[in-house]
């Protein structure tokens, strides 16, 4: 599986050989990688080097490193978590506003829903049809069921994204909704008027993906990020705006 690692740039061959080895499926989750021994010959580096690259490996995602006697680098099988965990931390460091995260939605969303529109088959609008039918539910039980609608929607926007057929939106897509929740709970609020409005917006999106219009979809999805963000922008304005005059007084 291995060879030996390049000696002018041992240690990124060592993270690379193993990487590209996840990546084909020659190594899959739950696989534990060779002992520290037999990995140290077969690349014929330092102990120090190889455990070096493991931990990069790990910090990746890529593996889990467990102690014991069944301890070893162990494949990890949810690398989505990662990187949507990375996308948290990169979102609170770099102070990512609501306008950005909308911007970035608006294109993502857009495309993704002008793809199933072109893509979506019988058996696909049916599985939508359900999902609308589980949230309609949940919008007539009120307020008290507010959870439950946005796990609702957030499987509709997922659905969306398989019906593109593009792992790449499918990811991206999973990411964007797994973070934004934290802004759902600070600045949508949790009442009839939003979640009617939020469910007529999957019902028009439903009702273009299945006509096939991919324009009239990308429109239709964009408008929906554009006018639910700016009642998050408001809201956020007036907490800041409250919280500026606590200070003050």
Sequence with gaps: MFRVAKQNRIFQDVVEQIQEAILRGDLRPGDTLPPERDLKDMFQTSRGTLREALRVLEQKGL???RLGVRGGAVVKTAMADSFSESLDLLIRSQKVSLSHLAEFRAGVEGTVAALAAERATKADIRMLERLLSEAKDYVAAGPEAWDAFVNVDKRFHQALAQISGNPVYILINQMVHDNIQRYYDQ???AD????????MDLCQLLDIVNSGDSRAARQVAVRHVQRFNKVM???????TAGSGRQRSA
Excluded: A, H, K, M
Excluded at 192 to 199: C, I, S
Excluded at 233 to 239: F, H, I, P
């Design 63 to 65: 593996i889990e490193i």
């Design 187 to 189: 600045f949508l609020p």
């Design 192 to 199: 009839d008027r939003v979640l009617t409005e939020n469910y």
């Design 233 to 239: 922008e408001s809201n956020e304005q007036g907490l």
